[in-house]
């Protein structure tokens, strides 16, 4: 089963919690605090592998999940790391957000895309202690593990792709040219997948790409060739292959490869200015033999090279596919090459900048990820952990925007899912309720 695109939803592992501990030994009744913190969360990273062909593993399972980081424990010490949720992907993908955002092209075998942070882990009393405050009370829990809504999109890395109408015998060139076996029948739309052949021309080798079939419309949907058109888009070479002898009545050679090239323009404009070259298919027969002047000259007015074949019995097959191999290995040497990196490290989720809006209810609301993941990471059963977070929030200027948004003191301020009671610099100490939020 080929699947090329898929929509999958990732779940990081959270932090484990810290921990409030005081040391016990015998003849030190007050070995102060202890308290170790908490593993991070693991990642979720994909990673292109050769070895994977398609996304069909995470059409099936698409709910990938991180392992989460253990708790701290006493005696200093730090809870386990969770482990990372590696996923292999093929070549050639590409990763966006639920609204179309490129994020990553995996174009290197290797490269690994770190699509989901873990949480933090929570730090435990002993390093909460110090100067300012001898002996902590309380823990940090650890930061909850984030989930993300990707779509995986497969384009095919092959140096010359096939493009043409269907039936017009793109199948056959690639069984002809290869060891592939591609279905083959004189129906349209035989081929509903692509199928890759390796070909040898010389001393060429290079891959070659058979994309079902095109008709007018295909790019905005039309048909089963508008959601392969992506895996053109990678081919440093196209083969507009032309059908000679089609079944529709009314079709010529000019008006195919017209229609050919509005539609790879309409998908992508940049495949209008990648090298081309025309393969007329069916010349054994005797209808596609008297289309052959008609079918050059509608190529040499692009200024594109002619090729007349028969992937039925082999006529001009070989010059065909030595002249390709040529201007695969061309096109190729003509690109920069790529940057090759073992780690692609990308920030999928930039930091949220700190803000306050008012929200409909009249209550205050701050935005951000430092305050929100500070939020999410106090005990607020603890005063003195509510304090700390409230000299945090200070530091960070979060009173400041409060007070020039129109706060004053009393008014309720929500932070994430819990909500305070704004009590500025100078005040009694603040309450918060998780259940009011």
Request: charged residues 25%.
């Amino acid at each position: 089963m080929f699947v090329d695109e898929t929509t999958v939803e990732l779940a990081a592992g959270g932090g484990g919690d810290g921990v409030t501990s005081f040391h016990r030994e015998k003849f030190r009744p007050r070995g102060g605090p202890d308290g170790g913190d908490g593993g991070r969360g693991g990642d979720v990273v994909l990673v292109a592998d050769p070895a994977v062909g398609t996304l069909v593993e995470y059409h099936f399972h698409p709910h990938q999940r991180a392992g989460r980081g253990r708790h701290g424990q006493g005696s200093n010490r730090k809870g386990a790391e969770g482990e990372d949720r590696v996923l292999p992907v093929p070549v050639g993908t590409v990763v966006r957000d639920e609204h179309g955002e490129q994020l990553a092209d995996l174009a290197v075998a290797g490269t690994r895309f770190v699509a989901v942070r873990g949480g933090r882990g929570g730090r435990g009393n002993a390093i909460l202690s110090g100067p300012g405050r001898r002996v902590a009370h309380f823990h940090e829990k650890g930061e909850p593990g984030r989930r993300r809504r990707l779509v995986l999109e497969l384009r095919l890395l092959a140096d010359a792709g096939l493009v043409g109408f269907p039936n017009a015998g793109k199948s056959s060139i690639v069984g002809w040219a290869s060891a592939a076996r591609p279905k083959v029948a004189d129906y349209p739309f035989t081929t509903l997948e692509p199928v890759l052949g390796v070909v040898r021309a010389g001393e060429h080798d290079f891959v070659l790409a058979d994309v079902p079939g095109l008709i007018p419309g295909a790019a905005a949907g039309k048909g089963l060739g508008h959601r392969f058109l992506r895996h053109v888009t990678r081919s440093a070479v196209l083969v507009h292959v032309l059908d000679l002898a089609p079944l529709e009545p009314g079709r010529d050679p000019e008006s195919d490869l017209a229609a050919i090239e509005a539609e790879l323009a309409a998908y992508d404009p940049d495949l209008a200015g990648r090298p081309a070259l025309v393969a007329a298919n069916k010349v054994d027969l005797p209808d596609g033999r008297a289309r052959l002047p008609e079918a050059a000259a509608a190529a040499t007015r692009r200024g594109l090279a002619f090729h007349a074949v028969s992937a039925a019995t082999g006529e001009g097959m070989r010059e065909f596919l030595y002249g390709l191999g040529a201007a695969a290995a061309e096109a190729r040497a003509a690109l920069p090459p790529p940057e090759r990196r073992e780690h692609q490290l990308v920030t999928v989720e930039p930091e949220v900048p700190i803000e306050v809006v008012r929200d409909p209810d009249g209550r205050f609301r701050v935005r951000g990820d430092r305050p929100e993941r500070w939020v999410a990471m106090s005990n607020l059963d603890n005063p003195e952990a509510v304090a700390y977070l409230q000299r945090r929030l200070r530091r960070a200027g979060v009173e400041e925007l409060l007070l020039a948004a129109g706060a004053r003191p009393g008014d309720d301020v929500a932070i994430g899912p819990a909500t305070f009671e704004f009590t500025p610099e100078g005040g009694p100490a603040a309450t918060a309720s998780g259940d009011r939020a």
